[in-house]
């Protein structure tokens, strides 16, 4: 299937030929022709997938239809911008990105988008505002801050969407989203988008959406196909001198590591900038615009490991990442799915490595319970597990969520060494629990 075949207009298809997309993504398939047909849509598609040209770009093409209408009709009101759709993002990162990819995908049409998020003064927010426009994308917070303000009105939106629904949930914008979603017109079409399918995003959806189609890229839950996973089992003290090992013998030039706490991965930065290899912290208690110019240096590869928190790292938009290390595990199973998600872009292949030490074995066991696979194991000649180590209890950070149940995950590896001393292994015998 061809982009020209799913009737976009020329001024859009013009533009994301500029990005070089040759032909659309699945979710692109199977959400455009939704969305234009006016229903509402619930679909499962991680970052990486393609998903924001995905509703951005039948968004652009329903707006582009409907202004059509308006100027031909005799009373269409002159000079007024009515705010047409609404896209809310978990993150400052997420809605940035999509910001950026809107402004690109709508490069030829004379369409005004905004992307307003918190952490920011609100004054040049409220003064954009003002001289009106049809696309806003915004963090829920924030945007409930400008409604207070009178600065947006809702009341003429046709399209909403909500993108990374599940961790909008996590991060506790449940009461926010309602709120918002009460200051809208009942009629409008609703789109929503999930890397995972819990109970909770069930209800959302069945609350939120009228009759959605259902599209789903990758099977629930599962994590990308192009992306190769492994484990590599490490005593809790060597993680910081494994990998920076593994940064240096294997030249990764950009990697994405990531850590539970922002203290960590600060700690972590530090580290790997005093062994050689230039890294910078990205998390929610920096300033917007010191983590706006840690993902440039990374983007432009003046650093080479950008140390992340799940919830900073949500929905980043790095082309070509090869690499993302856990150097802890989340304590949320399907955090790990999105971690993951960073890398295997759109055709491209990733690989993402875990370091686990003993103390994180049940939150492995979680993980692969979740995505229906063992994980292969790869050991480093030098950083063998030391058997004499016991568990210890992980402490548990400042997130709301708690940790998975702990359990024993014992388990019996093979191995066999490579040709670079890096010895790949199996675990075979906690199959059987799943
Ligand atoms: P997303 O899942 O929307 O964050 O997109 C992931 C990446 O894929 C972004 O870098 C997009 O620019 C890129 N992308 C989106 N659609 C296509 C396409 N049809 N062909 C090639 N790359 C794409």
Redesign the pocket.
Same mark, same amino acid.
């Given at each position: 299937m061809s982009?020209d075949s799913l009737g976009l207009d020329a001024e859009i298809l013009k533009a994301?030929q500029e !990005?070089?997309?040759?032909?659309?993504?699945p979710?692109?398939q199977q959400a455009i022709p939704v969305i234009l047909s006016g229903k509402d849509l619930m679909a499962s =598609? !991680?970052?990486?997938?393609?998903?924001? =040209?995905?509703f951005?770009l039948p968004i652009l093409q329903k707006w582009g239809e409907q202004q059509a209408q308006a100027t031909n009709k005799p009373d269409a009101k002159k000079g007024k911008r009515p705010l047409y759709a609404l896209i809310l993002a978990p993150t400052r990162e997420l809605a940035a !990105?999509?910001g950026e990819?809107i402004r690109e995908y709508s490069r030829y049409l004379p369409i005004r988008s905004l992307v307003v998020f918190g952490g920011v003064s609100i004054n040049p927010q409220l003064m954009k505002l003002r001289g009106g426009v049809d696309i806003l994308i915004a963090t829920p917070g924030r945007l409930l801050d400008l409604v207070q303000q009178n600065a947006v009105d809702l009341s003429t939106i046709k399209m909403l969407v909500l993108d990374e629904a599940d961790r909008m949930l996590d991060m506790g914008f449940i009461h926010d989203i309602r709120r918002v979603i009460a200051k809208l017109p009942k009629k409008r079409q609703n789109l929503m988008f999930s890397a995972t399918f819990s109970d909770e995003i069930k209800v959302l959806a069945q609350s939120i959406l009228h009759a959605p189609e259902l599209v789903a890229v990758a099977k629930t839950n599962s994590a990308s196909e192009q992306i190769t996973q492994y484990v590599h089992r490490v005593d809790k003290r060597r993680k910081r001198e494994l990998l920076s090992y593994l940064i240096g013998k294997n030249q990764w030039q950009q990697v994405l590591v990531f850590t539970r706490t922002k203290y960590g991965a600060n700690h972590l930065a530090e580290q790997l900038t005093k062994d050689g290899i230039k890294a910078s912290a990205i998390h929610g208690n920096k300033s917007q615009g010191a983590r706006t110019k840690a993902l440039a240096d990374f983007k432009s590869g003046q650093i080479r490991a950008l140390v992340a928190t799940d919830i900073a790292a949500r929905?980043l938009?790095?082309?070509l990442l090869p690499y993302v290390v856990n150097y802890e595990l989340p304590q949320v199973a399907e955090d790990y799915v999105h971690r993951i998600g960073r890398t295997g872009? =759109?055709?491209n292949e990733g690989k993402a490595i875990s370091l686990v030490c003993i103390d994180e074995l049940p939150q492995l066991k979680a993980i692969e319970k979740l995505i229906k696979k063992t994980i292969p194991e790869l050991t480093t000649q030098g950083f063998e597990v030391d058997p004499k180590i016991k568990a210890e209890p992980i402490k548990k950070s400042s997130q709301r969520r708690a940790p998975p149940k702990r359990g024993s995950a014992s388990s019996n590896r093979s191995s066999q060494f490579n040709q670079d001393g890096v010895k790949s292994s199996s675990r075979h015998n906690h199959t059987k629990n799943k």
């Open positions: 982009f994301i !990005q070089n997309y040759t032909d659309p993504t979710i692109q =598609a !991680q970052t990486g997938t393609g998903k924001t =040209a995905g951005g !990105q999509i990819n929905g938009d790095i082309e872009r =759109a055709q």
